[in-house]
């Protein structure tokens, strides 16, 4: 890292879409100063002393800009942090953005052993996370990737299964499938890139030391 890097503010990576008001509300009750994204068009924004900048981006950009050293620390849903598959550190986890990884598809596929499939069809956005799993179960499966209304690949004979996220379970049930079985939990972890660990460590802990969550009833 460049001594130009070291003077540039500590650089904060936050995630756009259902985890950014969770993630700036723990923010702030942790008494940060975190921008306001939503009146700006602006993708950098500073707190008012300027010794911390925050950026927006796709979630499943923030582990990039930590891994590669764009951002110091990121919000990532676990989920998308495994699918990524990035090394960074991962000193804690938050108590918000709780949703699984499910394997998911019709009702009549509750009585089938997947072992016995030869030829599994599965889409989802998370093929690195599914493959992985069907690995692990000894299940032989195809897995084909979507990037968004992923429930659409059973309806249409895309596939046979899904893995996807399940947060309320309402997507599934609204398009007439089920969870059957569980294959991730997630919930927001905190990541560091490993050299602004060591080169910044003072401004990194403090920052951290805002953000942890207290023991249960403080
Ligand atoms: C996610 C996920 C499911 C849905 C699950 O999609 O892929 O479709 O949310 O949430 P629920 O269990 O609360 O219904 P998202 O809204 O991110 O949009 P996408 O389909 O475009 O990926």
Not at 3 to 30: E, F, N, Q, W
Not at 183 to 192: A, E, Q
């Amino acid at each position: 890292m460049s001594d130009a890097t070291c003077r540039r503010p500590l650089r904060i990576s936050l995630p756009k879409g259902r985890l950014a008001d969770d993630v700036a509300r723990h923010l702030r009750d942790g008494g940060l100063e975190v921008p306001d994204f939503s009146t700006s068009r602006q993708l950098t924004l500073r707190t008012a002393d300027g010794t911390q900048e925050y950026i927006q981006s796709k979630p499943t950009d923030v582990p990039t800009f930590v891994v590669h050293g764009g951002a110091d620390i990121g919000f990532s849903g676990l989920d998308t942090l495994r699918e990524e598959g990035v090394d960074v550190l991962e000193p804690f986890t938050l108590p918000i953005g709780i949703c699984r990884i499910s394997l998911a598809g019709p009702r009549a596929w509750r009585h089938v052993d997947l072992h016995l499939k030869d030829h599994l069809r599965v889409a989802t956005k998370y093929t690195r996370i599914a493959s992985d799993w069907f690995v692990s179960q000894g299940i032989n499966a195809e897995v084909i990737k979507l990037n968004g209304s992923v429930e659409l690949a059973p309806l249409t004979g895309l596939s046979d299964l899904i893995v996807d996220l399940v947060e309320t379970g309402r997507t599934l049930q609204a398009n007439g499938l089920v969870e059957l079985q569980h294959v991730l939990d997630s919930r927001v972890v905190v990541i560091v890139n490993r050299s602004a660990s060591r080169l910044r460590e003072n401004e990194v802990n403090r920052f951290l030391a805002c953000v942890r969550p207290g023991p249960p009833g403080a």
